[in-house]
């Protein structure tokens, strides 16, 4: 593992942990954020396209982003059926009351997206990039499904150099890896594999980089909590 790549094994490994997850995933990542989360969701939401535009949201996870996303046409992808399941319901049902169209789920990975090019309006990828076990290949494919001049919008926490990796892997490790257990009522929780997916993954410059390599212009990046959240924009090239 390290900061653009996870291992198959390891990354099965991870699935299986997110999925274990689900049921306190946003308590627990309320905690962890110190209830920054719904700020910072916020904020990925104010720089997507509005009005009428189509929406894919890489690594939806149980919903928690998706359910607040209105007056778009949006599409849901998470590699996990049981993902997909607990976030159908809940953000069907919180979007039919704001009369929204339903979501369309699909089950997919971002490194082999199953769009055609040149699909959407916009995309977005909340605490799952650092998931993604191909982190260039995956970017490569949201480019290819965005449409020219259409927008990226990603966030994940990343770290401004080692000795804030050390620090974050202490937090991440004893003060939530504690909070979490106690949540959970296990001592071998599965939030231990986020400490290993927070410890490897890279700083704010790496994917900078990283997007500007596989072809993204305009892009930018805000340190909205240092080893918190960092946000991520670029567009696709017009031409
Ligand atoms: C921590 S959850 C994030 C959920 C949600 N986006 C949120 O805002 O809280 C990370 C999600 O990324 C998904 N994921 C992991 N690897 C992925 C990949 N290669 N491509 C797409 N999604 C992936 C996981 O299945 C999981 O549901």
Redesign the pocket.
């Given at each position: 593992m390290d900061h653009e790549t996870i291992g198959s094994e390891d990354w099965d490994e991870l699935?299986l942990n997110?999925e274990a997850t689900i049921p306190v995933y946003d308590r627990i990542?309320r905690f962890a954020t110190i209830g920054q989360v719904d700020k910072w969701?916020r904020m990925v939401r104010a720089r997507l396209p509005s009005e009428d535009a189509k929406i894919l949201?890489?690594?939806?996870?149980?919903g928690?982003?998706a359910e607040d996303v209105s007056g778009v046409d949006l599409v849901c992808?998470?590699?996990?059926v049981l993902?997909l399941e607990a976030a159908k319901p809940r953000v069907n049902s919180k979007r039919q009351e704001r009369g929204d169209s339903e979501v369309e789920f699909v089950q997919g990975?971002?490194?082999e997206l199953p769009f055609e090019d040149n699909s959407f309006d916009g995309t977005c990828s909340?605490?799952?990039f650092r998931?993604?076990?191909d982190k260039r290949a995956?970017l490569g494919e949201v480019l290819r499904v965005l449409k020219p001049g259409a927008k990226v919008v990603i966030v994940d926490p990343a770290k401004m150099n080692r000795i804030h990796g050390v620090l974050g892997w202490f937090w991440m490790r004893f003060w939530v890896g504690a909070y979490a257990r106690i949540i959970c009522g296990v001592k071998d929780h599965p939030w231990k594999w986020l400490t290993k997916t927070y410890v490897t993954f890279g700083t704010t410059r790496d994917y900078v980089r990283m997007m500007e390599d596989v072809g993204f212009e305009n892009v930018a990046a805000k340190v909205v909590f240092p080893g918190m959240a960092t946000i991520w924009e670029g567009r696709k090239p017009e031409s």
């Amino acid at each position: 593992m390290d900061h653009e790549t996870i291992g198959s094994e390891d990354w099965d490994e991870l699935i299986l942990n997110l999925e274990a997850t689900i049921p306190v995933y946003d308590r627990i990542n309320r905690f962890a954020t110190i209830g920054q989360v719904d700020k910072w969701r916020r904020m990925v939401r104010a720089r997507l396209p509005s009005e009428d535009a189509k929406i894919l949201e890489v690594g939806c996870g149980p919903g928690s982003f998706a359910e607040d996303v209105s007056g778009v046409d949006l599409v849901c992808l998470d590699p996990s059926v049981l993902m997909l399941e607990a976030a159908k319901p809940r953000v069907n049902s919180k979007r039919q009351e704001r009369g929204d169209s339903e979501v369309e789920f699909v089950q997919g990975k971002a490194e082999e997206l199953p769009f055609e090019d040149n699909s959407f309006d916009g995309t977005c990828s909340l605490f799952s990039f650092r998931d993604w076990y191909d982190k260039r290949a995956g970017l490569g494919e949201v480019l290819r499904v965005l449409k020219p001049g259409a927008k990226v919008v990603i966030v994940d926490p990343a770290k401004m150099n080692r000795i804030h990796g050390v620090l974050g892997w202490f937090w991440m490790r004893f003060w939530v890896g504690a909070y979490a257990r106690i949540i959970c009522g296990v001592k071998d929780h599965p939030w231990k594999w986020l400490t290993k997916t927070y410890v490897t993954f890279g700083t704010t410059r790496d994917y900078v980089r990283m997007m500007e390599d596989v072809g993204f212009e305009n892009v930018a990046a805000k340190v909205v909590f240092p080893g918190m959240a960092t946000i991520w924009e670029g567009r696709k090239p017009e031409s």
